[in-house]
């Protein structure tokens, strides 16, 4: 079992690129979920699939992110044109009771 | 709506201190309290939970927590700590009717000295 796995562990992009983080839940696992981690924030829940359907969207900012899981193997979290304030660390969890995390992906916008 | 506070940004100690990491939480209902150890560069991962029962729960390598309602505390607790045990911690709530909705504190940064 590799546990949660994330990928790319580190993202740069310049202002107004988009940036694909993946997320590759434990296998088994029905419940996957993104947060963004700052310094400022602190962990801030972003969204929630059960069993791949969007449960709880209601941490998205509504623009620019969004988030799928087209099938129980993997999901995508998606930022068109980053700005700078996107800059975080974004951890995926998985969970069948309590939540295991990914290492996480830094996204860093210039 | 529940929140959770965790008063100490960074708690210094040396080895074999023992250690009291402090959460306080606030929700009217029933409540699932947990703790999560972060090492830098990684994700975060479980160490204890309560629901019911034994308000002192015991977790991995040596850690436990103590429930107290009357103090909407869910402390974390070490006996001798070692310098393996720096890292952030972060206390967590959720609400049983919506249990899936983890909150997280700020977490405290533990600093174990030689």
């Known amino acids: 079992n590799a546990g949660v796995i994330q990928t790319p562990r580190h993202k740069v992009t310049g202002k107004g690129q988009e940036a694909t983080l993946w997320c590759e839940p434990i296998?088994?696992?029905?419940?996957v979920f993104w947060y963004r981690q700052t310094i400022v924030q602190g962990l801030e829940f972003l969204t929630y699939f059960r069993n791949q359907a969007p449960i709880d969207d209601s941490g998205m900012p509504k623009e620019r992110f969004s988030a799928q899981m087209p099938n129980q193997s993997h999901s995508t979290l998606k930022i068109q044109s980053t700005q700078p304030q996107d800059s975080a660390v974004y951890l995926c969890?998985?969970?069948?009771?309590?939540?295991?995390f990914g290492a996480g992906t830094r996204l860093s916008v210039l | 709506t529940q929140t959770v506070s965790q008063s100490d940004a960074h708690v210094t100690v040396f080895e074999g201190d023992s250690v009291e990491l402090r959460c306080n939480y606030s929700y009217g209902g029933s409540i699932y309290l947990s703790w999560y150890i972060q090492h830098h560069g990684h994700g975060l991962q479980f160490l204890l939970k309560y629901y019911s029962g034994n308000p002192v729960v015991q977790g991995v390598n040596g850690f436990e927590a103590e429930f107290s309602k009357s103090d909407s505390s869910f402390h974390l607790r070490k006996a001798s700590v070692h310098w393996s045990d720096s890292a952030v911690y972060f206390c967590?709530?959720?609400?049983?009717?919506?249990?899936?909705?983890?909150?997280f504190g700020k977490g405290t940064h533990l600093h174990v000295l030689p």
């Open positions: 296998s088994g696992h029905s419940a």
């Open positions: 969890a998985s969970s069948a009771n309590t939540l295991y």
């Open positions: 967590a709530v959720s609400a049983d009717t919506n249990a899936y909705k983890v909150i």
